[in-house]
């Protein structure tokens, strides 16, 4: 909307509320004038503050009743407990005064985020995934063998096999069950939990097994996960362990084994992230692949002051496995989401969407492989990723031949270097090891097709794709300020 629209717009509806409010004013003297002269229970007009008062109780009546269907909600709305009477009323319930405080959060965020000039004049962008490596469950995953129970898995993303044996493990995910209900599972994260395991070859045993490259040393259909021991109480049916797990499911989660068609479950390491080093520099943890730079994002785009564009953070599935499926940057979630938007900002040309994404400018953000001088020979030093130097920056990624990568131009880098100086960020370029060694990939190229400008970031991590990576606690916040510092001026 154009300031002298706008300024006209808020003309009127100034006006609007003045008129309201002096023809509230009558309706109050006729009102005071009436009660002399009436009962209690006398049936006389609502005034208009009246009216919107009742319709706004009413909405809220509504959305609350929706979210008081989630435990956590309505376990939140109990402190609100001392603004309800203690008679039955139609509205206001503690939920209602919860919903009323969500409502001004999403508010407050939208209006904050939202650029002062239009949106297609371009966005500026943060991007990261908040998949990781790990284990998922087959469609029919229980089985039991020699009196134990195990799940079958499928494993996602690159891991490496011989780390997920012997370490303990926990549970997560949705269960939507045949009447369309969702049931969350986790199971392994709290103090009184059980955990899981997989098993491995004891070393008495294992001298073939020792001889075997480590990529072949645990065969993938051996990654089964040891959930139990103890038979059902019937002797009479077979598959007794099996069945031992599946009451434990039933009665835990009113699930049965047909469920498991219809569930997203995923085995991941067990245990918090903790500090690391005698100083608490660094911090190990599961999934900072891509969690930390996802992170340091939204911290950064929260705390970014007054952004001249709109400002977005994406936060993408399935970058571990190419990026596909209705969740992954590869659809079209995120130009369907801007043109909605655009949409209810009044710029909802099929043009003005295109100049918006063409305009944009983004931070692809994904983790970099930290220099270990364990492993040296992997890295070209003059262009690694060192721990502790700050923000990093990949001008292109791919492997061999930049094969698969964005290759940010020269005048977007320029900018983006001046933008990092001026607000002082520590940053430091780099590539993902030597030019031959491997290599790997974000999302920055699919977000290139849209042509606007796109460059990676992110922060340094040993043990890349481990079930424990580390980050220095310093990168952390140099790309938190990095990032906000981008939304700010790009």
Known sequence: MKSENLQVFLFILGLILILYVLKLFKTMK????????????????KSILTNINLTWW????????????????????????????????KYKKNTDYFTIKLLIVIITIAMYIIGKKPMQEGMNILGA???????????????????????????????????????????????????????????????????FIINDLLPHLGREQGKKPLNEAIPSESLNVLLGGKPFEDKDCSDRFKLGVLQYLNAQYGMTEEDFISAELEVVPAGKARDIGFDRSFIASYGHDDRVCAYAEL?????????????VCIFADKEEI????????????????????????????????????????MLSSDVSAGFDPGYAGKFETKNAAFMGRGLCFNKYTGSRGKGGSNDADAEYVALV??????????????????????????????????????????????????????ANKADIYEAYRGYKAFIERA
Not at 31 to 45: A, H, P, Q, W
Not at 161 to 188: A, C, F, N
């Open 299 to 311: 911290a950064g785009i929260f705390d970014a002051v007054s952004p001249k564009k709109t400002a």
């Open 58 to 89: 009413h909405i809220i009546n509504k959305l609350s009743y929706g979210l008081e269907k989630n435990k956590l909600i309505l376990k939140l709305s109990k402190k609100y407990d001392k603004y309800i009477l203690n008679i039955e009323t």
């Open 129 to 195: 995934h908040i998949d990781s490596p790990r284990l998922d469950l087959k469609p029919n995953p229980v089985y039991e063998k020699n009196d134990m129970a195990y799940f079958k898995t499928h494993y996602y993303g690159g891991i490496r096999k011989y780390q997920w044996v012997t370490i303990p493990l926990e549970l997560h995910g949705v269960v939507v069950l045949r009447d369309g209900s969702k049931v969350d599972v986790h199971v392994g994260g709290k103090e009184d939990d059980p955990q």
């Open 417 to 470: 270097r001046d933008i990092m100086d001026e607000a002082g960020v520590d940053f430091q370029t780099c590539e993902l090891g030597r030019v031959n060694a491997g290599g790997g990939g974000t999302i920055a190229y699919i977000m290139a097709k849209y042509g606007m400008n796109v460059i990676d970031s992110g922060v340094a991590v040993l043990s890349m794709h481990a079930l424990w990576e580390v």
């Open 30 to 45: 006729k009102e005071r004038r009436l009660d002399n002269f009436s009962l209690d229970n006398t049936e006389y007009k």
């Open 322 to 361: 190419g990026s596909v499926g209705a969740t992954g940057m590869t659809s079209r979630f995120f130009e369907n989401t801007v043109a909605e938007i655009m949409t209810l900002a009044g710029e909802d040309s099929p043009l003005a969407l295109r100049r918006a994404l063409a305009r944009s400018r």
